[in-house]
């Protein structure tokens, strides 16, 4: 485990933390007016490898060159030109630090960070990191990779190593695909609540949904019945020609049989600690991986039961729920569209003229 410190005085800006993967909804704008909750597992970060925040400069004044050296292989609206590192916590964790009143930018609901840096070193002033609690967006710490050091913690379990796949199975939970959203209706309607699709599972379709294009080399790609289809198959549907012999994409990961050698795609887990994506052996190993978070995949290969009341009697020993199921969302489910685009625009494949014609028709 580590603490950060301000690189100014070395005062702690952090409560003991371990390291986590990105989660895929990291920079996540979802609706409008929505109440979002944190981002970060209370002693957890991450850390943005990519710059990010303030100053942004439009794609018509980068140079192609430039671009291609940064993994972006397709046009965007705007890159950052802000330092690579980021690391994000949860804003529970942050210690010793005060708001700067005159880089409050954002403002519809709270703070957004477009103003640069919004909180300083309590101890030497010195601005640190940014605080965003703006509606639609994930509330979060972003500390500055040039103003704060990371310092081992001794006696926290520094050496943990990550779980095993064999260990997630048993210890982490999966993610729901409905969740409550809440939005603000003004302040005469006050706060609005309603069953929806996870913001989270959104995220996380997107980026895979990139991935599942490139993986089906422009012919039409099936997914698995259920669930899954109701996730993928619409958009794969409408995104790729029909005619030629599809190509088939299963379910694959730890605690599943070995994957059908005849698949050409694998839905796999990626480690939410390590953000490493399970890997299969054998004859599978040649199949395109696409990336999951361990939860959205835990959920579609093994969803938690839904246990009903009874229709007399008492609930039985041992089930704590009797509450009805939560109502199915009345719209297709629709993956994020910046995550698909962030995430597309980033494999080299793009540049495959028929990934580019989707990509410049996108609606």
Request: glycine share 10%.
């Amino acid at each position: 485990m580590f603490v950060f410190v301000c690189t100014g005085c070395g005062a702690e800006l952090t409560a003991p933390l371990s390291r986590v993967a990105l989660p895929a909804h990291a920079h996540q704008k979802y609706g409008n007016g929505i109440q979002l909750p944190v981002l970060m597992e209370p002693g957890t970060f991450a850390v943005e490898p990519e710059p990010w925040g303030p100053p942004w400069r439009r794609w018509e004044e980068i140079d192609p060159d430039e671009a291609a050296a940064r993994g972006i292989h397709a046009p965007v609206h705007a890159l950052s030109d802000g330092a690579p590192g980021a690391i994000v916590i949860a804003p529970g964790d942050a210690r010793g630090t005060l708001l700067i009143p005159e880089k409050a930018g954002g403002y519809c609901c709270g703070l957004d960070g477009a103003d640069g840096p919004n909180m300083a070193c309590e101890t030497c002033g010195l601005p640190v990191a940014s605080r965003i609690d703006d509606c639609s967006l994930w509330q979060a710490v972003w500390l500055a990779p040039d103003a704060v050091r990371r310092r081992p913690v001794d006696d926290a379990g520094t050496g943990a190593g990550p779980l095993s796949w064999a260990e997630l199975l048993l210890e982490r939970r999966s993610t729901p695909p409905l969740e409550p959203i809440t939005s603000w209706d003004g302040p005469r309607l006050g706060l609005q609540h309603w069953w929806s699709w996870s913001p989270r599972w959104e995220a996380a379709a997107g980026r895979a949904l990139a991935h599942l294009l490139v993986a089906s080399e422009g012919r039409p790609l099936t997914v698995p019945d259920g669930l899954t289809a109701e996730v993928f198959q619409h958009a794969l549907d409408a995104l790729l020609p029909a005619g030629p012999p599809p190509r088939r994409a299963v379910l694959a990961g730890p605690g599943l049989p070995a994957p059908d050698p005849g698949a050409d795609v694998l839905l796999v887990p990626v480690h939410p600690q390590t953000g490493e994506a399970w890997a299969p052996v054998g004859p599978a190993a040649s199949a395109y991986p696409v990336p999951l978070p361990f939860g959205v995949w835990r959920w579609l290969t093994s969803p938690d039961p839904h246990l009903p009341a009874p229709a007399s009697g008492a609930m039985p020993d041992g089930v704590l729920r009797d509450d009805p199921p939560a109502p199915h969302p009345c719209a297709l489910f629709r993956a994020d569209r910046s995550v698909f685009w962030h995430t597309l625009v980033r494999l080299p494949a793009v540049r495959s003229p028929w990934l580019r014609d989707i990509l410049d028709s996108l609606t």
